[in-house]
């Protein structure tokens, strides 16, 4: 088992950033590819990024060039680093343990979730 706690999310103006935090406990955390998506209300969960073990990255379209998602193997953790935020991106962001890709079914561990507000 996986245990995943994000943390790290808020209320920001449009153009403002954040940067997102999950902290993994249990099973061997580097051997998993991590990823994070989001989930605006009434809307599907989307994928946003994920990074394998050895930092191999891949992002959806709609962030690329904005967020950045890095790990710390030492520290059991993931970040996502939200930058140049939109009105769009608010979203409550989850946190998965899994196999690389862009899927939720590629993943078979998630966090509680945080919620990113983001104004205009």
């Known amino acids: 088992q996986v245990q995943l706690v994000e943390s790290g999310g808020g209320l920001v103006q449009a153009g403002g950033s954040l940067r997102l935090s999950c902290a993994a406990s249990g099973r061997t955390f580097s051997s998993y590819a991590m990823g994070w998506f989001r989930q605006a209300p009434g809307k599907e969960r989307e994928f946003v990024a994920a990074?394998?073990?050895?930092?191999?990255?891949l992002y959806a379209d709609s962030v690329k060039g904005r967020f950045t998602i890095s790990r710390d193997n030492a520290k059991n953790t993931v970040y996502l680093q939200l930058n140049s935020l939109k009105p769009e991106d608010t979203a409550v962001y989850y946190c998965a343990a899994g196999r690389l890709g862009p899927r939720v079914g590629d993943y078979d561990y998630w966090g509680q979730g945080t919620q990113v507000t983001v104004s205009s």
């Open positions: 990074i394998t073990w050895n930092v191999y990255t």
